[in-house]
């Protein structure tokens, strides 16, 4: 009997839709000249736009590291027995899960105004020492802490629902070996519970890198979003301005994405099959036909 292997005309109408629609897009792109792509490759490798992708990248490097930091510590915290630490995890999650990131950054702005200085002494009584609080929190600080202590509560959720995803039989089973709480945890709970916590965080971190636009409400002025609007006010041109900042987001989020690829296949060993081995009955049955199977008796005879 002759196989008839299905048609799918549906798959062939939509990929020739599609590149129409590519072709066309390609075609607006090259010929309207309204993108100045001239413009573009001016400014593209630029001082000012290299040393601010510099500050936007150790921006998002240190917030994530502060958020991931405050956000494990806050995700065991409202997985313990005490009812005060649960209570002040559900307390901070509510509150910068609940205020916009924007105007949190506004007050960390203003926190000098807040705060004119950061003292040190006896409740009430003298001061040992102090410092000016402008001098210590500067806008990159303030950057960074307002990004990091927002994310924080995002990513507390993404840990507490990573832990939560590890079936509590794995807890027994490592408690019954006799081993402590905070090797289990280490050692156990937390590699499984990786699998379920990189790919959110992955997405927080590639959101982090385009909240770092936002710093300007601090004020912080070196960032790749005000250095590229800088140029723009300057020379009239803001749309080629704002495609090279496009251009150099999706390049650091193709790498962060790739990253996040191979974390993924890392932590999803055993797991996740990507790609599944292929069944070969021809070989099984041959290795079957071709092995010879021995029994023995009680009395030792084959």
Same mark, same amino acid.
């Given at each position: 009997?002759?196989?008839?292997?299905?048609?799918?005309?549906?798959?062939?109408?939509?990929?020739?839709?599609?590149?129409?629609?590519?072709?066309?897009?390609?075609?607006?792109?090259?010929?309207?000249?309204?993108?100045?792509?001239?413009?573009?490759?001016?400014?593209?490798?630029?001082?000012?736009?290299?040393?601010?992708?510099?500050?936007?990248?150790?921006?998002?490097?240190?917030?994530?590291?502060?958020?991931?930091?405050?956000?494990?510590?806050?995700?065991?915290?409202?997985?313990?027995?005490?009812?005060?630490?649960?209570?002040?995890?559900?307390?901070?999650?509510?509150?910068?899960?609940?205020?916009?990131?924007?105007?949190?950054?506004?007050?960390?702005?203003?926190?000098?105004?807040?705060?004119?200085?950061?003292?040190?002494?006896?409740?009430?009584?003298?001061?040992?020492?102090?410092?000016?609080?402008?001098?210590?929190?500067?806008?990159?600080?303030?950057?960074?802490?307002?990004?990091?202590?927002?994310?924080?509560?995002?990513?507390?959720?993404? !840990?507490?629902?990573?832990?939560?995803?590890?079936?509590?039989?794995?807890?027994?089973?490592?408690?019954?070996?006799?081993?402590?709480?905070?090797?289990?945890?280490?050692?156990?709970?937390? /590699?499984?519970?990786?699998?379920?916590?990189? /790919?959110?965080?992955?997405?927080?971190?590639?959101?982090?890198?385009?909240?770092?636009?936002?710093?300007?409400?601090? /004020?912080?002025?070196?960032?790749?979003? !005000?250095?590229?609007?800088?140029?723009?006010?300057?020379?009239?041109?803001?749309?080629?301005?704002?495609?090279?900042?496009?251009?150099?987001?999706?390049?650091?989020?193709?790498?962060?994405?790739?990253?996040?690829?191979?974390?993924?296949?890392?932590?999803?060993?055993?797991?996740?099959?990507?790609?599944?081995?292929?069944?070969?009955?021809?070989?099984?049955?041959?290795?079957?036909?071709?092995? /010879?199977?021995?029994?023995?008796?009680?009395?030792?005879?084959?």
């Amino acid at each position: 009997m002759d196989a008839v292997p299905v048609r799918h005309p549906g798959r062939w109408a939509g990929a020739v839709i599609i590149f129409i629609v590519a072709a066309l897009l390609v075609q607006s792109l090259v010929t309207n000249q309204n993108f100045r792509w001239d413009t573009v490759g001016t400014y593209l490798l630029d001082v000012l736009v290299i040393q601010g992708i510099g500050w936007t990248l150790l921006l998002t490097v240190l917030s994530m590291v502060i958020a991931i930091v405050l956000a494990i510590l806050l995700a065991f915290m409202r997985q313990s027995d005490n009812p005060l630490f649960r209570y002040v995890s559900w307390v901070w999650v509510w509150f910068f899960r609940g205020t916009p990131v924007y105007t949190q950054l506004v007050f960390w702005g203003l926190i000098a105004v807040l705060y004119p200085k950061i003292a040190l002494g006896v409740p009430f009584g003298p001061e040992l020492f102090s410092f000016s609080t402008q001098d210590v929190i500067n806008a990159f600080i303030a950057a960074v802490l307002g990004l990091g202590l927002n994310e924080s509560a995002y990513l507390a959720e993404i !840990f507490r629902a990573g832990l939560k995803s590890v079936d509590t039989g794995q807890m027994e089973a490592a408690e019954a070996l006799g081993m402590r709480k905070s090797k289990i945890m280490w050692r156990i709970i937390l /590699p499984q519970a990786m699998r379920v916590i990189v /790919p959110p965080t992955g997405n927080e971190t590639i959101g982090m890198l385009k909240t770092t636009s936002l710093v300007l409400a601090v /004020p912080f002025t070196l960032d790749l979003t !005000f250095v590229t609007n800088g140029i723009a006010n300057r020379s009239y041109l803001p749309i080629p301005l704002l495609i090279v900042a496009a251009i150099w987001y999706l390049v650091i989020t193709s790498v962060l994405m790739v990253g996040q690829y191979f974390i993924e296949r890392h932590y999803g060993k055993g797991v996740d099959n990507l790609i599944p081995a292929p069944v070969k009955a021809t070989q099984a049955v041959t290795a079957a036909h071709t092995t /010879p199977a021995t029994t023995a008796d009680e009395g030792g005879h084959v």
